[in-house]
């Protein structure tokens, strides 16, 4: 598969294109207690096993059900943050969204600028795509502040939703309907 750049802004970028060369990228800015904290499938501490792993798990992954970005600076080229659609099997109508930054990027307004090309990416790939979901932890108001910039809206809350930690965690499900 090529490789595809979109850009963003003056200081990022995102593609499709990942390899075990990001893998010390992703120990650096993926070994964040906060980052963990507010995802379900980031493990903490993060090793380059994991990136190992991962990078494993999406080559197996098909492009009729996820689409993958790593956020890049434009300076560098090196690897700030991801975000990626996992499209239902069930109902390809359906996807869901998903995304992380390392943290010294954070507060700069850079993801819902991210969301939204992904977004538009995903409806001219997925063209019977009418439903993005984002389901966020309860606590994580900023991530909530995020998906209501791109247009998301707030559809209640699923109560303990998600098993993290011997916790049953409440999610706050938002959603984006692609008119």
Same mark, same amino acid.
């Given at each position: ?11 990022? $970028? ?29 493990? $903490?501490? $993060? ?19 996820? %689409? ?24 390809? %109508? ?64 699923? %109560? ?20």
């Amino acid at each position: 598969m090529t490789s595809s750049r979109y850009e963003i802004d003056d200081e990022i $970028y995102i593609t499709n294109l990942l390899t075990n060369e990001d893998i010390p990228s992703f120990v650096k800015y993926l070994n964040n207690p906060t980052i963990y904290t507010n995802t379900l499938k980031i493990p $903490y501490p $993060y090793s380059t096993n994991d990136g190992e792993d991962f990078i494993k798990f999406l080559k197996s992954e098909s492009l009729n059900s996820t %689409r993958f970005f790593t956020i890049r600076l434009q300076a560098n080229n090196e690897l700030i943050g991801a975000c990626g659609l996992h499209r239902s099997v069930k109902n390809e %109508r359906r996807t869901e969204i998903g995304y992380w930054l390392g943290e010294p990027y954070w507060h700069r307004g850079l993801m819902p600028k991210v969301i939204k090309k992904v977004i538009e990416i995903g409806k001219n790939e997925w063209k019977n795509l009418v439903r993005i979901e984002a389901q966020i932890f309860h606590w994580n108001k900023a991530s909530m502040r995020v998906v209501e910039k791109c247009g998301f809206t707030f559809e209640g809350i699923l %109560r303990k939703r998600v098993h993290k930690n011997g916790q049953d965690i409440d999610v706050h499900s938002y959603a984006l309907i692609l008119e």
